[in-house]
Protein backbone atom coordinates (compact mmCIF):
# COMPACT_ATOMS: atom_id res chain seq x y z
CA UNK A 1 0.00 0.00 0.00
CA UNK A 2 0.83 3.53 -1.03
CA UNK A 3 0.36 4.43 2.98
CA UNK A 4 2.68 2.02 4.33
CA UNK A 5 5.25 2.53 2.01
CA UNK A 6 5.23 6.48 2.31
CA UNK A 7 4.64 6.53 6.18
CA UNK A 8 5.09 3.06 7.98
CA UNK A 9 5.26 4.63 11.65
CA UNK A 10 1.59 6.53 10.86
CA UNK A 11 0.48 3.55 9.75
CA UNK A 12 1.47 1.36 12.35
CA UNK A 13 0.68 3.73 15.11
CA UNK A 14 -2.58 3.85 13.59
CA UNK A 15 -3.03 0.43 13.53
CA UNK A 16 -2.01 -0.56 17.12
CA UNK A 17 -4.63 2.12 18.63
CA UNK A 18 -7.18 1.13 16.68
CA UNK A 19 -6.52 -2.48 18.51
CA UNK A 20 -5.89 -0.97 21.71
CA UNK A 21 -9.72 0.78 20.95
CA UNK A 22 -11.75 0.62 24.03
CA UNK A 23 -14.73 2.95 25.76
CA UNK A 24 -12.20 4.48 28.43
CA UNK A 25 -10.29 5.66 26.03
CA UNK A 26 -12.27 6.89 23.16
CA UNK A 27 -11.44 10.63 24.29
CA UNK A 28 -7.59 9.92 23.58
CA UNK A 29 -8.55 7.99 20.16
CA UNK A 30 -10.94 10.94 18.78
CA UNK A 31 -9.37 11.03 15.82
CA UNK A 32 -10.00 8.32 14.66
CA UNK A 33 -13.59 8.33 15.67
CA UNK A 34 -13.92 11.49 13.55
CA UNK A 35 -12.35 9.61 10.46
CA UNK A 36 -15.19 7.04 10.67
CA UNK A 37 -17.87 9.52 11.08
CA UNK A 38 -16.93 11.32 7.68
CA UNK A 39 -16.20 7.91 6.34
CA UNK A 40 -19.67 6.46 7.10
CA UNK A 41 -21.08 10.50 5.98
CA UNK A 42 -18.96 9.81 2.75
CA UNK A 43 -20.70 6.13 2.34
CA UNK A 44 -23.85 7.59 2.69
CA UNK A 45 -22.93 9.65 -0.63
CA UNK A 46 -21.94 7.08 -2.87
CA UNK A 47 -24.31 7.20 -5.01
CA UNK A 48 -23.24 10.69 -5.86
CA UNK A 49 -19.21 9.42 -6.26
CA UNK A 50 -20.68 6.61 -8.61
CA UNK A 51 -22.36 9.31 -10.81
CA UNK A 52 -19.32 11.43 -10.84
CA UNK A 53 -17.25 7.96 -11.74
CA UNK A 54 -19.48 7.54 -14.51
CA UNK A 55 -19.31 10.65 -16.34
CA UNK A 56 -15.23 10.80 -15.99
CA UNK A 57 -13.63 11.87 -18.84
CA UNK A 58 -10.44 10.44 -19.19
CA UNK A 59 -6.83 10.35 -17.83
CA UNK A 60 -6.15 13.93 -19.49
CA UNK A 61 -8.96 15.89 -17.76
CA UNK A 62 -8.08 18.13 -15.30
CA UNK A 63 -4.41 18.23 -15.09
CA UNK A 64 -3.98 20.57 -12.07
CA UNK A 65 -6.48 18.63 -9.74
CA UNK A 66 -4.33 15.70 -10.52
CA UNK A 67 -0.93 17.48 -9.64
CA UNK A 68 -2.51 18.65 -6.34
CA UNK A 69 -3.20 15.02 -5.44
CA UNK A 70 -0.25 13.78 -5.86
CA UNK A 71 1.30 17.13 -4.30
CA UNK A 72 -1.27 15.88 -0.98
CA UNK A 73 0.01 12.99 -1.07
CA UNK A 74 3.57 13.11 -0.43
CA UNK A 75 3.13 16.71 2.01
CA UNK A 76 3.62 15.13 4.84
CA UNK A 77 7.25 14.18 3.83
CA UNK A 78 7.80 17.06 3.90
CA UNK A 79 6.02 18.64 7.00
CA UNK A 80 6.19 15.38 9.34
CA UNK A 81 9.95 15.98 10.26
CA UNK A 82 8.89 19.63 11.62
CA UNK A 83 6.47 17.18 13.89
CA UNK A 84 8.66 14.66 15.11
CA UNK A 85 8.21 15.57 18.68
CA UNK A 86 4.19 15.21 18.08
CA UNK A 87 5.26 12.07 16.17
CA UNK A 88 3.28 9.34 18.65
CA UNK A 89 0.05 11.31 18.46
CA UNK A 90 -2.71 9.99 16.97
CA UNK A 91 -3.48 13.31 15.25
CA UNK A 92 -0.53 13.64 13.24
CA UNK A 93 -0.69 9.85 12.61
CA UNK A 94 -4.33 10.28 11.09
CA UNK A 95 -2.57 12.92 9.12
CA UNK A 96 -0.58 11.17 5.97
CA UNK A 97 -2.98 8.66 6.09
CA UNK A 98 -5.56 10.91 5.35
CA UNK A 99 -4.01 13.19 2.43
CA UNK A 100 -2.90 9.98 0.79
CA UNK A 101 -6.43 8.38 0.41
CA UNK A 102 -7.42 12.01 -0.43
CA UNK A 103 -5.01 12.46 -3.22
CA UNK A 104 -5.31 9.20 -4.88
CA UNK A 105 -8.85 10.14 -4.89
CA UNK A 106 -8.43 13.01 -6.91
CA UNK A 107 -5.56 11.50 -9.15
CA UNK A 108 -8.24 8.79 -10.03
CA UNK A 109 -11.48 11.04 -10.35
CA UNK A 110 -10.48 14.83 -9.92
CA UNK A 111 -14.38 15.64 -10.28
CA UNK A 112 -14.65 14.20 -6.89
CA UNK A 113 -12.79 17.30 -5.94
CA UNK A 114 -15.45 19.69 -5.11
CA UNK A 115 -17.73 16.96 -3.08
CA UNK A 116 -15.09 15.75 -1.04
CA UNK A 117 -13.39 19.24 -0.27
CA UNK A 118 -16.03 20.29 2.72
CA UNK A 119 -15.23 16.61 4.39
CA UNK A 120 -11.93 16.85 4.53
CA UNK A 121 -12.00 20.52 5.92
CA UNK A 122 -14.25 18.80 8.70
CA UNK A 123 -12.18 16.25 9.20
CA UNK A 124 -8.58 17.81 9.65
CA UNK A 125 -10.10 20.94 11.70
CA UNK A 126 -11.51 18.19 14.00
CA UNK A 127 -8.73 16.31 14.20
CA UNK A 128 -5.63 18.93 14.26
CA UNK A 129 -7.30 21.43 16.20
CA UNK A 130 -8.70 19.62 19.27
CA UNK A 131 -4.81 19.34 21.20
CA UNK A 132 -4.07 23.28 20.75
CA UNK A 133 -7.29 24.16 21.85
CA UNK A 134 -7.10 21.47 24.90
CA UNK A 135 -4.04 23.00 25.77
CA UNK A 136 -5.46 26.50 25.25
CA UNK A 137 -8.86 26.65 26.83
CA UNK A 138 -8.80 22.82 28.35
CA UNK A 139 -7.68 24.71 32.25
CA UNK A 140 -10.42 26.82 32.08
CA UNK A 141 -13.15 24.08 30.85
CA UNK A 142 -11.19 21.62 33.84
CA UNK A 143 -12.47 24.30 36.04
CA UNK A 144 -16.20 25.00 34.90
CA UNK A 145 -16.19 21.24 34.81
CA UNK A 146 -14.93 20.81 38.54
CA UNK A 147 -17.15 23.31 39.17
CA UNK A 148 -20.62 22.16 37.98
CA UNK A 149 -19.66 18.44 39.38
CA UNK A 150 -19.41 20.10 42.60
CA UNK A 151 -22.27 21.68 42.53
CA UNK A 152 -24.44 18.62 42.09
CA UNK A 153 -22.34 16.43 44.59
CA UNK A 154 -23.11 19.38 47.67
CA UNK A 155 -26.86 19.44 46.27
CA UNK A 156 -26.79 15.46 46.70
CA UNK A 157 -25.40 15.70 50.00
CA UNK A 158 -21.74 13.77 49.31
CA UNK A 159 -18.99 15.39 51.62
CA UNK A 160 -16.00 15.43 50.10
CA UNK A 161 -13.01 18.12 50.18
CA UNK A 162 -11.63 19.89 47.09
CA UNK A 163 -8.11 21.12 46.48
CA UNK A 164 -7.38 22.90 43.18
CA UNK A 165 -3.61 23.06 42.86
CA UNK A 166 -1.74 21.52 41.06
CA UNK A 167 -4.48 20.31 39.86
CA UNK A 168 -8.23 20.10 40.64
CA UNK A 169 -8.99 16.89 42.75
CA UNK A 170 -11.76 15.70 44.36
CA UNK A 171 -10.93 13.98 47.69
CA UNK A 172 -13.57 11.43 49.87
CA UNK A 173 -14.15 8.47 51.31
CA UNK A 174 -16.04 5.33 50.22
CA UNK A 175 -18.91 3.76 52.44
CA UNK A 176 -16.32 0.76 52.74
CA UNK A 177 -14.17 3.13 54.75
CA UNK A 178 -11.26 3.73 51.53
CA UNK A 179 -9.87 6.91 51.01
CA UNK A 180 -10.43 7.80 47.49
CA UNK A 181 -9.89 10.92 44.96
CA UNK A 182 -9.94 11.71 41.31
CA UNK A 183 -7.76 13.86 39.43
CA UNK A 184 -9.36 16.75 36.67
CA UNK A 185 -7.06 17.39 34.47
CA UNK A 186 -7.38 18.80 30.85
CA UNK A 187 -8.62 15.61 29.11
CA UNK A 188 -11.17 15.23 31.16
CA UNK A 189 -12.68 18.91 30.02
CA UNK A 190 -14.96 17.50 27.72
CA UNK A 191 -12.95 19.43 24.44
CA UNK A 192 -12.77 15.47 22.72
CA UNK A 193 -16.42 15.23 22.79
CA UNK A 194 -17.08 18.67 21.80
CA UNK A 195 -15.18 18.16 19.02
CA UNK A 196 -17.09 15.04 17.66
CA UNK A 197 -20.29 16.78 18.26
CA UNK A 198 -19.26 19.83 15.88
CA UNK A 199 -17.96 17.39 13.45
CA UNK A 200 -21.29 15.48 13.64
CA UNK A 201 -23.23 18.76 13.31
CA UNK A 202 -21.12 19.86 10.26
CA UNK A 203 -21.05 16.69 8.41
CA UNK A 204 -24.85 16.99 8.82
CA UNK A 205 -25.06 20.28 7.56
CA UNK A 206 -23.34 19.90 4.18
CA UNK A 207 -25.36 16.69 4.05
CA UNK A 208 -28.58 18.15 4.71
CA UNK A 209 -27.70 21.99 3.44
CA UNK A 210 -30.07 23.11 6.36
CA UNK A 211 -30.30 27.00 6.98
CA UNK A 212 -26.93 28.11 9.31
CA UNK A 213 -28.99 29.89 12.11
CA UNK A 214 -30.13 26.29 12.78
CA UNK A 215 -26.65 25.16 12.66
CA UNK A 216 -24.98 27.82 15.09
CA UNK A 217 -28.25 27.34 17.26
CA UNK A 218 -27.47 23.65 17.62
CA UNK A 219 -23.62 23.93 18.06
CA UNK A 220 -24.09 26.49 20.99
CA UNK A 221 -26.55 24.57 22.89
CA UNK A 222 -24.69 21.73 22.29
CA UNK A 223 -21.84 22.43 23.24
CA UNK A 224 -22.85 23.69 26.70
CA UNK A 225 -24.71 20.13 27.45
CA UNK A 226 -21.52 18.53 27.00
CA UNK A 227 -19.84 20.50 29.36
CA UNK A 228 -22.54 19.96 31.90
CA UNK A 229 -22.81 16.80 31.18
CA UNK A 230 -19.10 15.79 31.36
CA UNK A 231 -20.16 17.93 35.14
CA UNK A 232 -22.63 15.01 35.44
CA UNK A 233 -20.30 12.55 34.50
CA UNK A 234 -17.45 13.18 36.89
CA UNK A 235 -20.14 13.54 39.82
CA UNK A 236 -21.11 10.10 38.89
CA UNK A 237 -17.58 8.79 39.13
CA UNK A 238 -17.80 10.24 42.60
CA UNK A 239 -20.79 8.98 43.39
CA UNK A 240 -19.98 5.35 42.29
CA UNK A 241 -16.40 5.56 44.45
CA UNK A 242 -18.36 6.66 47.31
CA UNK A 243 -20.88 3.41 47.25
CA UNK A 244 -18.63 0.54 45.47
CA UNK A 245 -15.32 1.73 46.23
CA UNK A 246 -12.45 1.84 44.02
CA UNK A 247 -13.47 -1.11 41.52
CA UNK A 248 -17.00 0.51 40.91
CA UNK A 249 -15.20 3.69 40.56
CA UNK A 250 -12.58 2.50 37.98
CA UNK A 251 -15.45 0.28 36.04
CA UNK A 252 -18.30 3.15 35.86
CA UNK A 253 -15.20 5.68 34.78
CA UNK A 254 -14.40 3.22 31.82
CA UNK A 255 -18.19 2.88 30.32
CA UNK A 256 -20.55 6.21 31.43
CA UNK A 257 -18.64 8.76 29.29
CA UNK A 258 -19.21 6.15 26.27
CA UNK A 259 -22.84 6.09 27.37
CA UNK A 260 -23.55 9.14 27.85
CA UNK A 261 -21.75 11.21 24.99
CA UNK A 262 -22.65 8.46 22.08
CA UNK A 263 -26.37 8.79 23.63
CA UNK A 264 -26.50 12.61 23.28
CA UNK A 265 -25.00 12.37 19.60
CA UNK A 266 -27.97 10.62 18.58
CA UNK A 267 -30.59 12.81 20.55
CA UNK A 268 -28.55 15.86 19.13
CA UNK A 269 -28.82 14.75 15.59
CA UNK A 270 -32.15 13.92 15.74
CA UNK A 271 -33.18 16.76 17.21
CA UNK A 272 -31.02 19.02 14.56
CA UNK A 273 -33.09 16.67 11.83
CA UNK A 274 -36.16 18.02 12.74
CA UNK A 275 -35.59 21.79 13.44
CA UNK A 276 -34.56 24.50 10.62
CA UNK A 277 -35.61 24.06 6.80
CA UNK A 278 -33.64 22.03 4.78
CA UNK A 279 -32.72 23.77 1.98
CA UNK A 280 -30.55 21.97 -1.51
CA UNK A 281 -27.71 20.19 -0.35
CA UNK A 282 -24.43 22.51 -0.53
CA UNK A 283 -22.85 19.94 -2.72
Known sequence: ????????????????????????????????????????????????????????????????????????????????????????SISVAVLPVFLVFWGVSLVVNPSTLKMTLPYAGVLLAATLLVDPFTALVGGPLVGVASLFSRAILGASGVHYSYSALPAPQIQFTSRLGTGLSINITPYCSSLSSISIFLLVIALMHIDLGKEWSSTTITAVLGTVALVLLNALRIAAIVWAGLVGGLELLTSLHEVIGYVLFVGFYGAAAFAYIRVGRPRNRLI
Open 1 to 88: MLCEALYPKQVSILVSSIDGISPSNLGINYPIAAVLFVGIFLLLRWGDFRGLLVDERGPRTAPLVRLAGIILSVSCLVFLPLLKSYEN
